[in-house]
T-cell receptor, first 118, second 113 residues
Framework: GAVVSQHPSRVICKSGTSVKIECRSL??????MFWYRQFPKKSLMLMAT?????????EQGVEKDKFLINHASLTLSTLTVTSAHPEDSSFYIC??????????????FGPGTRLTVL | GENVEQHPSTLSVQEGDSAVIKCTYS??????FPWYKQELGKGSQLIID?????GEKKDQRIAVTLNKTAKHFSLHITETQPEDSAVYFC????????????FGTGTQLKVEL
């Protein structure tokens, strides 16, 4: 149980284009989904927190107009990197917290999406 | 805000030996401490977690200890195997704190034959 998928696993795009990454909780409903960015050999940096049906909360320094987050349902959140540039190249990881009492803080991570902007 | 420090950054052990990774946190309000394993090019997998109402938790070869007074917690892996080789991240969070976790910088564990 508690499986989170991400799609695509890898994407290469040209500078200036937009890329959408999907995050799905496959066997549970998620109250909250999180989006992280990870640079090589570095820790996970939280970008934003999203709750179903409401606007995402972005961490300081993360541009909300550049990284659009839509949490359409209790099992799906999307991250769109708009007008991507080479510096946006990174490993993007989502996580989801189950809609259950008792373990509201447990996060289950997706396998990540490797974005390369040429 | 919370600050989590993790040591060592790299750890090499012989197969069958034990491995210990330590983390400290700064926010005394933190009460949830998960550990994640990340294999190369993959997302992170929750391997064990502990809440502040207990001092130790064990799951087969993996155990976690928590010292609230000193604000540190540790991951212990016994009888290490090559498949334990990965990057391990500790994290700290608090119930009701928006479920946000603050991660340590990671430990690259290598189990050598």
């Amino acid at each position: 149980g508690a499986v989170v998928s991400q799609h695509p696993s890898r994407v290469i795009c040209k500078s200036g284009t937009s890329v959408k990454i999907e995050c799905r909780s496959l066997d549970f409903q998620a109250t909250t989904m999180f989006w992280y960015r990870q640079f090589p050999k570095k820790s996970l940096m939280l970008m934003a927190t999203s709750n179903e049906g409401s606007k995402a909360t972005y961490e300081q320094g993360v541009e909300k107009d550049k990284f659009l987050i839509n949490h359409a349902s209790l099992t799906l959140s999307t991250l769109t990197v708009t007008s991507a540039h080479p510096e946006d190249s990174s490993f993007y990881i989502c996580s989801a917290s189950p809609l259950t009492s008792g373990t509201p803080d447990t996060q289950y991570f997706g396998p990540g999406t490797r974005l390369t902007v040429l | 805000g919370e600050n989590v420090e993790q040591h060592p950054s790299t750890l090499s052990v012989q197969e069958g030996d034990s491995a210990v990774i330590k983390c400290t946190y700064s926010d005394s309000a933190s009460n949830y401490f998960p550990w994640y394993k990340q294999e190369l090019g993959k997302g992170s997998q929750l391997i064990i977690d502990i809440r502040s109402n207990v001092g130790e938790k064990k799951d087969q070869r993996i155990a976690v200890t928590l010292n609230k007074t000193a604000k540190h917690f540790s991951l212990h892996i016994t009888e290490t195997q090559p498949e334990d080789s990965a990057v391990y991240f500790c994290a700290a969070g608090r119930t009701g704190g928006g479920n946000k976790l603050t991660f340590g910088t990671g430990t690259q564990l290598k189990v050598e034959l």
